[in-house]
């Protein structure tokens, strides 16, 4: 399975404030189906109220995209402190960001 470095955010129930994280995800060669942390996440497929997969086993809403250069990673409705995945940190802010300085920075 191909493997990214992905913006996690769980939306259910939250008030647009649910834990965020960015870690390495594995995607089904559809792309129906995403990885991450030993949950599956099942595409929405447009039908969500603010979320694009749902986790298989509790039915929660997250929002999973690809990381952004500019760091404006979150969703448009959601705010909070953003960790970053100890396994993924130097490449978010090396490959990603583009700041090898902050290689250390846990969160955004």
């Not at 749902?54 to 909070?80: L, M, P």
Request: charged share 30%.
């Amino acid at each position: 399975m191909k493997t990214r470095i992905m913006y996690i955010e769980h939306k259910s129930d939250c008030a647009d404030r649910g834990p965020a994280r960015i870690g390495r995800c594995r995607f089904s060669e559809t792309r129906s189906s995403v990885y991450y942390g030993g949950t599956r996440f099942e595409t929405l497929k447009g039908s969500g109220i603010s979320g694009n997969y749902f986790n298989v086993e509790t039915g929660d809403e997250y929002w999973i995209s690809g990381c952004k250069k500019n760091g404006q990673d979150r969703h448009w409705a959601g705010s909070g402190v953003v960790e970053i995945d100890a396994d993924v940190r130097e490449e978010y802010w090396t490959e990603i960001r583009a700041q090898p300085e902050n290689k250390d920075k846990r969160t955004i």
